[in-house]
């Protein structure tokens, strides 16, 4: 039975100065919507520039709207604009880190570049928990990632909900 997001409100957040400039398109962004409005999730995209506080706010803002999920897409590699794990960390108080290690296991037969990805996974303090889970700002990343993300956020809601293991 393949995985199903419905009725689970998924923030989509794209970090890049030039996308939010509309210097150049966002490409990440609709490719996570599109993947999780697949398995029906509910979902609420956004774009903000490479800032800590703009993206911990955008997240934390996304949470009070009702996201039970939150995925962003880049600034979690080395560059100095890279900022998405240090708005994260502070958010999450139960990390999840086999999380982003699936994802860069999955993708280092492609590239050890993904040995330089940052990204964090984590449950907040709120209640109900929201799940955060970064991503790098590549398709490739993106699409090896949408392979997962469905079963690995509906099982993980799930459970903090008190399903099943």
């Known amino acids: 039975m393949s995985p199903t997001l419905a009725g689970i409100r998924v923030a989509v957040v794209t970090v890049s ?5 509309g210097a150049r398109d966002d490409l990440t962004g609709p490719a996570l ?3 999780l409005a697949a398995v029906d999730a ?12 703009a993206i911990a706010q ?6 009070a709207d009702g996201a039970r999920a939150v995925v962003t ?25 086999g999380i982003p290690e699936l994802l860069r296991q999955r993708d280092a037969g492609r590239t050890p570049l993904v040995a330089l990805s940052r990204g964090l996974a984590g449950l907040t303090a709120h209640e109900p928990p929201a799940l955060i889970i970064n ?4 398709m490739s990343a993106v699409e090896s990632a949408l392979e997962v993300l469905p079963a ?8 903090v909900d008190g399903g099943d293991h």
């Open 58 to 63: 955008v997240i934390e803002d996304a949470i």
């Open 73 to 97: 897409t880049g600034g979690t590699g080395i560059g100095p604009r890279d900022v998405t794990p240090e708005a994260t960390a502070p958010l999450i108080a139960v990390p999840l880190p």
């Open 33 to 35: 919507c599109g993947g």
């Open 152 to 159: 690995l956020i509906a099982h993980a809601i799930a459970q």
């Open 135 to 138: 991503l790098p700002g590549s």
């Open 42 to 53: 509910h979902l609420s995209p956004r774009i903000v520039p490479d800032d800590a506080s």
């Open 17 to 21: 100065d030039r996308s939010f400039a």
